[in-house]
């Protein structure tokens, strides 16, 4: 088999992820690199105190900083990334967020683009990440011509009753726009239970053992090529 790719993407995370479904229809040969495993599922998955707090998914590695100084980065190299992790909430950048802002430490200058030329791509990921919310009930919420693609997720009994109480006095509570997670067969949500890897793949499902997989596909095979051992994946105790 040639070792030839038209297109190498590093990563799976929701950008590497959503980068390689937006190529898939392309027919080039598309290699992507990820480099560790799925990540187990076990209970400990569901244990804010084992995943946050001693950080049981995080790579063991750390970082120097500008003054020397290292720290942990917080990085889950598991096919997904950080979206394995992550609370499943996805904000758009306000439109004053593309302009000069002024911190503590000076200023930060404005973007080269601005919300307008994201909006379109905004619209297009929230439909591929299953989105749920409602216009209009962020007062914050920047400008766009489309709903989400989905209703937004019902409050849990006693939210429902903190949203009211906020409401009596003034506030507007909104709902965080989230991902609704379908599905306890993977970790939390991310690009490997969602919509990126059936259209990468045809629907198939992507197999591996304790080793890490590099998956080779084209848009006309439909199937992954091959896999390769990039490292092992040793799951942290965090204990």
């Not at 707090?53 to 942990?72: I, M, P």
């Not at 000076?106 to 297009?124: H, L, R, T």
């Not at 009596?168 to 067969?185: E, H, K, Q, T, Y």
């Amino acid at each position: 088999m040639t070792d030839h790719y038209d297109l190498i993407v590093i990563g799976s995370g929701p950008g590497g992820a959503s980068l390689a479904q937006a190529l898939a229809p392309t027919g080039k040969r598309i290699l992507m690199l990820e480099r560790c495993d799925y990540l187990p599922r076990e209970q400990a998955n569901w244990s804010a105190q084992a995943v946050f707090v001693y950080g049981r998914y995080q790579a063991a590695e750390t970082w120097t900083n500008a003054d020397g100084g290292t720290f942990s980065p917080q990085l889950h190299y598991y096919v997904g990334g950080n979206s394995k992790v992550y609370g499943s909430a996805l904000f758009r950048l306000r439109e004053r967020d593309f302009d000069d802002i002024t911190h503590a430490g000076g200023i930060s200058p404005a973007w080269p683009v601005k919300y307008n030329d994201f909006a379109p791509y905004y619209d297009a990921a929230e439909a591929l990440f299953h989105v749920h919310g409602a216009r209009g009930e962020d007062p914050t919420e920047p400008p766009t011509g489309k709903s989400y693609p989905y209703p937004p997720v019902k409050h849990e009994p006693k939210v429902a009753g903190l949203s009211a109480k906020l409401t009596n006095i003034g506030l507007r509570p909104f709902r965080c726009w989230a991902i609704v997670i379908r599905s306890a067969a993977r970790f939390r949500h991310g690009p490997s239970t969602t919509s990126p890897p059936r259209a990468l793949f045809g629907g198939r499902t992507v197999t591996t053992s304790s080793v890490i997989p590099t998956d080779t596909f084209t848009n006309s095979a439909d199937k992954i090529d091959r896999e390769q051992v990039l490292c092992r994946s040793d799951p942290l105790s965090g204990e």
